[in-house]
């Protein structure tokens, strides 16, 4: 592992702030590439005004928003709360889709909808 690493190349790193930085970062994306913007256990850091302005701007842009955050940090979500409190609320285009451990130990899936009666 060691050496794959070693001969990988480099992540690039921002400084700044993600609510600032993050529609230049986006608007490097290739034409023909799925944006994906995708954090975890970060937004817990932001009031909750600035959550709303993260949220607002990753809606406007094209591709998908992943998110695990604490089911608190993102109280617009249509999700269960866990009964650990410990659990992140893994969600897909602010879908929730299931419930994670902190360090990626688990990975709990909701169930899927039930299909419509005929």
Known sequence: AIEAVRTA????????DLVDELPALASEAP????????????LTYLPLARR????ALVRELPGHWISN?????LPW??????DDEH????????RAVAFTAPHGQSL???A????PAA
Do not use: N, Q, S
């Not at 944006?35 to 256990?41: D, E």
């Not at 709303?52 to 949220?55: D, L, P, T």
């Not at 955050?69 to 940090?73: A, D, I, K, L, Q």
């Open 77 to 82: 979500l249509d999700a269960p709360a866990p």
């Open 87 to 94: 659990l992140l609320t893994l969600a897909l285009d602010e």
């Open 52 to 55: 709303e302005e993260f949220a």
């Open 31 to 42: 034409g023909d590439a799925t944006l994906v913007v995708f954090h975890t256990a970060v």
């Open 69 to 73: 955050e604490h089911h608190t940090v």
């Open 9 to 16: 190349p480099r992540p690039r790193i921002v400084r700044g």
């Open 108 to 110: 709990h899936w909701f």
């Open 112 to 115: 899927p909808p039930a299909a």
